[in-house]
Nanobody, 130 residues
Framework: QSQLVESGGGSVQSGGSLRLSCAAS???????????IGWFRQGPGKEREGIVV???????TYADSAKGRFTVAQDNAKKTLALQMISLRPEDTAMYYC?????????????????????WGQGTQVTVSS
């Protein structure tokens, strides 16, 4: 059974840093077997949005809100996808999700719609206080 499990969330003050990790198991454990993999988040009262996605060729696309502060790292040997976040702001407070898609056609979507990816983790909470 394929599964994604996120970890590393927590509470930090504005300006702080966190490193999230997403561990893949099952069929999608070989991250190269997926069409797309990425990080998404959903803040309180907000729609889910994309942070960064990686396609099967390794092309990485960041949302404008993540550029310069968030960095993704894919480790195929460890079957993990990490998200390093610096200079965190209160508006970064959200549940952070890892997702993988094996039936994606075209560019990897950043919209965060559930149906666009067929595997989602349970999420890890990030809270940034001012």
């Amino acid at each position: 059974q394929s599964q994604l499990v996120e970890s590393g969330g927590g509470s930090v003050q504005s300006g702080g840093s966190l490193r999230l990790s997403c561990a893949a198991s099952g069929y999608i454990a070989s991250l190269s077997s997926v069409d797309c993999i990425g990080w998404f988040r959903q803040g309180p009262g907000k729609e889910r949005e994309g942070i960064v996605v990686i396609d099967s060729d390794g092309t990485t696309t960041y949302a404008d809100s993540a550029k310069g502060r968030f960095t993704v790292a894919q480790d195929n040997a460890k079957k993990t996808l990490a998200l390093q976040m610096i200079s965190l702001r209160p508006e970064d407070t959200a549940m952070y999700y890892c997702a993988a898609g094996t039936v994606v056609r075209g560019p990897c979507p950043l919209s965060g719609r559930l149906y666009e990816y067929n595997y989602w983790g349970q999420g890890t909470q990030v809270t940034v206080s001012s």
